[in-house]
């Protein structure tokens, strides 16, 4: 089925407060129509209704996107007709038609309205009412009202084209929506679940728990590995997640070959896709001859918060015969998490064997994987 989306975003929105109309003043960096419409981007042909002074705000909103706008009318019916009459050159089969003040619309309810309309000419998004209802007179209560088949509507409410376009045409006006229009023309709708997160921007209060949603929804998590691996030379110890530990040789490298932290180091550098610690600190270069893993491991670190990432947790496995690493496991946990700014339960530090098998069993070496989570900030 060929879809198209109708954005209706002519209203003046005065009750949001503001000095320009609620779906042009900014929501989490963006206007508020922008996010809107990029709910809605790829899904088909999309139309954005608008007032005639808004033009130049609208361009602004819908740069880079394939929008067609088009200036409505004194009323919400008569701008969704222009949007509808717009679309006819190009007749879709279906058309979802929504609110721009609802801009974190889940994209599961958007699939839920589409898949309904594949058996049913109209299809909206409800919420059963919950709440008590009263009847009122000023400040005072007058009575009850039975919320027994109440819904709250919500938007994209999607139609088969050719009967919401006869429908519209057909009706007088003053419709609070589009499936009041539909079940004037004899139209039935599906009700399918709605979400609390539909929200739509009415008040100035609605811009922060706009805000606090998108940011649930668009939350970053980058997730990298890192792998590392250092072979055996002669000397008296290792140095392991920051920690020295005893052993009959030691590991080599150019700088002081903490295969443990450089496989961490890496693993940050990979969620950010930033490349690896070659790259940071090339071997080549003679001034990191010797140096401290953990000049590599805090550059990371610093990194990702330069671009805004918190550092959720780091996994660390070293594999080795020797040294035994699990009487050192705490002081290493310990180290890395203050280098990296972490509570320690926030950093894990284990080992295994290959069971004699390979390299590390032939205890030539030691090799580590590591796995960092960030999380946007």
């Not at 003043?25 to 899904?43: D, I, M």
């Not at 999309?46 to 705000?57: F, G, N, P, W, Y």
Request: proline letters at 5%.
């Amino acid at each position: 089925m060929r879809c198209a989306v109708l954005i209706v975003a002519a209203g003046r929105g005065t009750r949001a407060g503001g000095e320009q109309p609620k779906q042009w003043q900014n929501l989490a960096g963006k206007p508020v129509a922008r996010w809107t419409l990029e709910r809605f981007a790829g899904l088909g042909p999309t139309v954005m209704v608008i007032h005639r002074d808004d033009r130049a705000r609208a361009e602004a909103a819908c740069a880079g996107l394939p929008v067609t706008l088009v200036e409505g009318g004194a009323e919400r019916a008569d701008s969704v007709r222009a949007g509808l009459e717009a679309l006819l050159a190009d007749a879709p089969d279906a058309v979802l038609i929504q609110d721009v003040a609802r801009p974190c619309t889940p994209v599961h309810t958007i699939a839920r309205v589409r898949a309904a309309l594949e058996t049913a000419a109209g299809a909206a998004p409800a919420l059963p009412v919950s709440d008590a209802l009263w009847t009122g007179a000023g400040e005072r209560v007058t009575g009850t009202q039975d919320r027994s088949g109440l819904y709250r509507a919500q938007t994209p409410q999607g139609f088969l084209f050719p009967d919401i376009l006869t429908a519209h045409r057909a009706h007088p006006g003053g419709a609070a929506d589009d499936v009041e229009v539909a079940r004037a023309a004899g139209l039935d709708v599906t009700i399918v679940p709605g979400d609390e997160a539909n929200l739509k921007i009415t008040l100035p209060e609605d811009f922060a728990r706009a805000a606090r949603l998108l940011k649930e929804d668009t939350m970053d998590i980058r997730v990298g590995n890192g792998f590392d691996v250092h072979a055996f030379e002669e000397g008296d110890h290792v140095i392991l997640c920051g920690v020295r530990v005893p052993h009959d040789r030691k590991l080599k490298g150019h700088s002081d070959a903490d295969v443990g932290m450089h496989a961490v180091t890496d693993a940050l550098y990979g969620a950010m896709a930033e490349g690896d610690i070659g790259q940071h600190f090339p071997p080549s270069d003679p001034q990191w001859k010797g140096a401290a893993s953990e000049i590599f491991l805090t550059h990371a670190a610093e990194m990702a918060r330069q671009k805004g990432f918190g550092i959720s947790n780091v996994d660390i496995t070293l594999i080795c015969e020797r040294p035994k690493v699990g009487p050192h496991a705490a002081d290493m946990r310990a180290r890395m998490a203050r280098l990296l700014g972490l509570e320690e339960d926030r950093v894990s530090v284990k080992a295994t064997t290959s069971e004699r098998l390979g390299f590390t069993g032939r205890e030539e070496g030691i090799a580590a994987l590591a796995t960092a989570t960030l999380v946007k900030t």
